[in-house]
C-alpha cells in the first residue's frame, strides 16, 4: 500500500530558507489573487531567482515567504505547485525531521486521487 504524507499545516516549510520558484502562470493566478497587475505583482513579491532564469517569491527579513502571515499561507488557494507538491512529489534527505506531514497507508485508488490533487493546477484546495 503507498504511503501520503499528509500535511498539518506546521507552515515549517514556509519558513526555512530557499527559493519558491514561480512560472508564467502561477504569476498570473497570484496577482489576479491579490487583485493587483502582474507587473506590481512581480515588483512587490518576487525577485530574481538565484540562477537569473526567472522569478521567485521574496522572503521576508526573517527568511520566511513573503506569503506567511501569523501560521497561514496568505495565498493558500493558489499557492504555487512547489508549495503544493512538498513533502509527496519532492523533498530532501532528512527532511521528515522537520517537517509535521504524517505517513499514512492509503489505497492505490486513494493515493492516486490525493497526488492527481496536488498536481491539479486549478484553484481546488488540496490537502497540502
Ligand atoms: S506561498 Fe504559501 S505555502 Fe508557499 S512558501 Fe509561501 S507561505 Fe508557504
Ligand atoms: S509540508 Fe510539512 S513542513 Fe510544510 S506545512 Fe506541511 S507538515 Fe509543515
Redesign the pocket.
Known amino acids: 500500500m503507498p504511503i501520503f504524507l499528509e500535511?498539518?499545516?506546521?507552515?515549517?516549510?514556509?519558513r526555512w530558507p530557499g527559493q519558491v520558484l514561480l512560472n508564467d502562470a502561477e504569476i498570473t493566478r497570484l496577482a489576479a489573487f491579490k487583485n493587483v497587475s502582474e507587473h506590481d505583482f512581480i515588483q512587490q513579491f518576487t525577485r530574481l531567482r538565484s540562477d537569473k532564469r526567472g522569478l521567485a517569491l521574496k522572503d521576508q527579513p526573517d527568511g520566511a515567504c513573503i506569503f506567511l502571515e501569523g501560521e497561514n499561507c496568505a495565498a493558500q488557494p493558489v499557492k504555487p505547485q512547489k508549495c503544493r507538491e512538498?513533502?509527496n512529489l519532492w523533498n530532501f534527505p532528512g527532511f521528515e525531521k522537520?517537517?509535521?506531514?504524517i505517513p499514512r497507508e492509503v489505497s492505490v485508488a486513494e493515493y492516486e486521487r490525493r497526488i492527481a490533487l496536488i498536481k491539479s493546477k486549478g484553484n481546488e484546495r488540496s490537502d497540502?
Open positions: 500535511c498539518q499545516r506546521c507552515t515549517a516549510c514556509c512538498f513533502p522537520v517537517c509535521h506531514a497540502q
